[in-house]
Antibody, heavy 121, light 107 residues
Framework: EVQLVQSGAEVKKPGESLRISCTGS????????INWVRQMPGKGLEWMGR????????NYSPSFQGHVTISADKSISTAYLQWSSLKASDTAMYFCARRTKFDSFYPMDVWGQGTTVTVSS | DIQMTQSPSSLSASVGDRVTITCRASQGISNFLAWYQQKPGKVPKLLIYAASTLQSGVPSRFSGSGSGTDFTLTISSLQPEDVATYYC?????????FGQGTKVEIK
């Protein structure tokens, strides 16, 4: 079964660092980009950026560039989203989703279950 | 950066009604457009890609059309299980931006 499994919910204080993960199974991890999508409470989906696990080449939405870092370790089929200094406004649900590198029209078809991040003093 | 604008933001319709949601791109994106459905508390689900191709397993009452800057998602006969928020997403070039979403409710 193809699936993306994300790490568990996190509760952090402002200024703390955090890394959440997304592990793929059931498919060739390096054939798909891994995307990260934010959903703030009661709000819509926001595409944050993506990474190619085969070479760790990444692209970021201008809205998130410089605020988060996306990385990957292809040896363990895992992608990461990390913050160096969290803010209360980072409180949200974060989804990972895969997209094939070999069909320009085919979008994100498999999603992780989401990771809730709560930042509060 | 290309912006994606959906309308309406929300709608209420009766079971069996035909429902249409519009997505407009600020610049032409050919047919690099996808539609997703997100039910409350659930993970988004891919409905349509390449503007008009139905994802496997999606009911045929869903359809998509459009090219360039203007796109539509149509539900031919609204069902209670279609209550959800629907999002369009551009799938070309560097940034894969979502529309702001359209919430569909039953009247």
């Amino acid at each position: 079964e193809v699936q993306l499994v994300q790490s568990g919910a996190e509760v952090k204080k402002p200024g703390e660092s955090l890394r959440i993960s997304c592990t793929g199974s059931g498919y060739t991890f390096t054939n798909y980009w891994i995307n990260w999508v934010r959903q703030m409470p009661g709000k819509g989906l926001e595409w944050m950026g993506r990474i190619d696990p085969s070479d760790s080449d990444g692209n970021y939405s201008p809205s998130f560039q410089g605020h988060v870092t996306i990385s990957a370790d292809k040896s363990i089929s895992t992608a990461y989203l990390q913050w160096s200094s969290l803010k209360a406004s980072d409180t949200a649900m974060y989804f990972c989703a895969r997209r094939t590198k070999f069909d320009s029209f085919y979008p994100m078809d498999v999603w992780g279950q989401g990771t809730t991040v709560t930042v509060s003093s | 950066d290309i912006q994606m604008t959906q309308s309406p933001s929300s709608l209420s319709a009766s079971v069996g009604d035909r429902v249409t949601i519009t997505c407009r791109a600020s610049q032409g994106i050919s047919n690099f457009l996808a539609w997703y459905q997100q039910k409350p508390g659930k993970v988004p689900k891919l409905l349509i890609y390449a503007a008009s191709t139905l994802q496997s397993g999606v009911p045929s009452r869903f359809s998509g059309s459009g090219s360039g800057t203007d796109f539509t998602l149509t539900i031919s006969s609204l069902q209670p299980e279609d209550v959800a928020t629907y999002y369009c997403q551009k799938c070309n070039s560097a940034s894969w931006t979502f529309g702001q979403g359209t919430k569909v409710e039953i009247k």
